[in-house]
C-alpha cells in the first residue's frame, strides 16, 4: 500500500484499453445520452467490485488452477458477446427518436454492464495478478486495504466510462440519421464479435 497511487496509474490503463465495457458504455451513451448512460456504466463498475471479491476467494485459485473450469466460463463470456454482436447486426437502423429507444430500463442496463463483467475471465486473473503486488495475504489490515483498492478501481471506472459516454454524447448528432444508425449497429455488432472472439481465443 506504500504504491498505492502505482496502482491507481496501473488500473486507469487498465480501465482507459477499450474493451466489451467500454463498448457497453459508449453504445448506451449513443443510445441514451449521457446521463442515460450510468446504469450501464454503474453495472460495470458493481460487477468489477464483485469479480475482485470473488478473485480473492477459492473461485480465483479455481480459475488460475483448472483449465475446465476457465474454459466453462470464458465460452459463456465469448457466447453472450456472440449473441450481443449478433444481435445488433440484425437490427434496424438505430433511431434517436424512436420509442424503444426509451425502453431499455435503467435496472435492465445495470445489469447488462454486470453481467459483461461477471462472464469475463481475464478481468478475474487482473485482480489476482495485480493485487498480490500491493497487499500481502497476511496483513492485519488486509480486509481494509483490499477494499479501498476494490473501491478505488471501481471509483475510476466509472469516471473514465463517464468520460468515454461524454465523448461519445457529443457525436450523437453527427449520427442522428438513417446512414448513422446503420453505422451504430454494424460498429457495435462487429466490435462485440471481435471481442467475442479473442476471448474465445485466450488461454490461461
Request: aromatic residues 12%; charged residues 10%.
Amino acid at each position: 500500500m506504500h504504491h498505492y497511487l502505482l496502482f491507481l496509474l496501473m488500473a486507469s490503463l487498465a480501465i482507459l484499453t477499450p474493451g466489451p465495457g467500454v463498448l457497453n458504455s459508449l453504445g448506451n451513451a449513443l443510445r441514451f445520452g449521457l446521463r442515460g448512460s450510468l446504469p450501464g456504466i454503474l453495472g460495470v463498475a458493481g460487477g468489477s467490485f464483485i469479480v475482485a471479491a470473488l478473485s480473492a476467494t477459492g473461485l480465483g485459485l479455481l480459475l488460475a488452477t483448472s483449465a475446465l473450469a476457465f474454459t466453462a466460463l470464458k465460452w459463456l463470456g465469448a457466447g453472450y458477446l456472440f449473441y450481443l454482436g449478433i444481435k445488433l447486426l440484425r437490427a434496424p437502423a438505430f433511431r434517436f427518436d424512436a420509442p424503444e429507444a426509451k425502453r431499455t430500463g435503467p435496472w435492465r442496463q445495470f445489469a447488462g454492464g454486470m453481467l459483461l463483467q461477471l462472464s469475463n475471465p481475464k478481468s478475474i486473473f487482473f485482480f489476482l495478478a495485480i493485487f498480490p503486488q500491493f497487499i500481502a495475504a497476511g496483513s492485519a489490515h488486509y480486509t481494509s486495504d483490499f477494499l479501498l483498492l476494490v473501491s478505488s478501481y471501481s471509483a475510476l471506472l466509472v469516471l473514465i466510462h463517464s468520460a468515454y459516454a461524454l465523448l461519445a454524447h457529443s457525436l450523437r448528432r453527427w449520427l442522428d440519421n438513417e446512414r448513422g444508425g446503420h453505422l451504430i449497429n454494424k460498429a457495435s455488432g462487429a466490435s462485440f464479435l471481435v471481442f467475442g472472439s479473442l476471448l474465445a481465443a485466450s488461454n490461461r
